[in-house]
T-cell receptor, first 110, second 114 residues
Framework: DAKTTQPPSMDCAEGRAANLPCNHS???????VYWYRQIHSQGPQYIIHGLKNNETNEMASLIITEDRKSSTLILPHATLRDTAVYYCIVERNRDDKIIFGKGTRLHILP | GAVVSQHPSRVICKSGTSVKIECRSLDFQATTMFWYRQFPKQSLMLMATSNEGSKATYEQGVEKDKFLINHASLTLSTLTVTSAHPEDSSFYIC??????????FGPGTRLTVL
């Protein structure tokens, strides 16, 4: 079973920041938090990952709380192309499998 | 990032026939690849782990004799759906490990069984 909890859907206005929350209260000390997204009828796309510190790349920022029980993915300036299902994943069991939960369906509103 | 391809992207077949789907890592070697299945409006479901040079490991409830997996080289894994039936119609996605904590996904193959 997935070890994360995400809201099923969110709306965000185009050009605004999209903040996607994720709860992972049972995360272990050596488990990373990963974010992927899946645009309709495509394979999942890697976005970002982190362990303890906040991370930023060209796509997004990842904010992890100090107790590591939750995190937020931030898309700073959402566009219509960011419409997708976003998956928060806690890595992973010793077989390195990625187990997907239901994710958050993000709708970007024009 | 690393690139993973799948072939074909779409396939339509008659019930009872077998279909082979290829997953290739284009610019890296992958000792481990994974196969997922996704039904409409649902999340990805892991089917099996494909290990180069050894037998695949199947998730509970996945029929190994129906979904044959071969990982013959460090850049290629194949999934064969044998004796396909309409209920096997789905979106099949593979992923490949490029390194520790680095996993990249293919674009998916949409299978329709008539």
């Amino acid at each position: 079973d997935a070890k994360t909890t995400q809201p099923p859907s969110m709306d965000c206005a185009e050009g605004r920041a999209a903040n996607l929350p994720c709860n992972h209260s049972t995360i272990s000390g050596n488990e990373y938090v990963y974010w992927y997204r899946q645009i309709h009828s495509q394979g999942p796309q890697y976005i970002i990952h982190g362990l303890k510190n906040n991370e930023t790349n060209e796509m997004a920022s990842l904010i992890i709380t100090e107790d590591r029980k939750s995190s937020t993915l931030i898309l700073p300036h959402a566009t219509l192309r960011d419409t997708a299902v976003y998956y928060c994943i806690v890595e992973r069991n010793r077989d390195d499998k990625i187990i997907f939960g239901k994710g958050t369906r993000l709708h970007i509103l024009p | 990032g690393a690139v993973v391809s799948q072939h074909p992207s779409r396939v339509i077949c008659k019930s009872g026939t077998s279909v082979k789907i290829e997953c290739r890592s284009l610019d890296f070697q992958a000792t481990t690849m994974f196969w997922y299945r996704q039904f409409p409006k649902q999340s990805l479901m892991l089917m099996a782990t494909s290990n180069e040079g050894s037998k695949a490991t199947y998730e509970q409830g996945v029929e190994k004799d129906k979904f044959l997996i071969n990982h013959a080289s460090l850049t290629l894994s194949t999934l064969t759906v044998t004796s396909a039936h309409p209920e096997d119609s789905s979106f099949y996605i593979c992923s490949a490990e490029a390194g520790v904590y680095e996993q990249f996904f293919g674009p998916g193959t949409r299978l329709t069984v008539l």
